[in-house]
């Protein structure tokens, strides 16, 4: 669910979890600093092929 296409107004009644997340997230939305930061710390090497054996 996109914040832009399907905005969520808060009645006050019980929502479900994930209706809730992304009111909040829509809300408060990562900024490009927490998208730079997520870049700089995450794994940049190939991940590992899994192996069946």
């Known amino acids: 669910m996109h ?5 969520i107004p808060y009645d006050g ?3 479900n ?3 809730a997340l992304t009111a909040l ?3 408060i ?7 730079a930061a997520f870049e ?5 090497a ?3 092929p899994v192996r069946f054996e």
Do not use: V, Y
Not at 40 to 44: N, S, Y
């Open 3 to 7: 914040c832009e296409s399907h905005p």
């Open 13 to 15: 009644l019980a929502q």
């Open 17 to 19: 979890a994930g209706d």
């Open 25 to 27: 997230g829509c809300k």
């Open 29 to 35: 939305g990562p900024t490009n600093e927490d998208f």
């Open 40 to 44: 700089q710390d995450r794994d940049k």
């Open 46 to 48: 190939p991940a590992k």
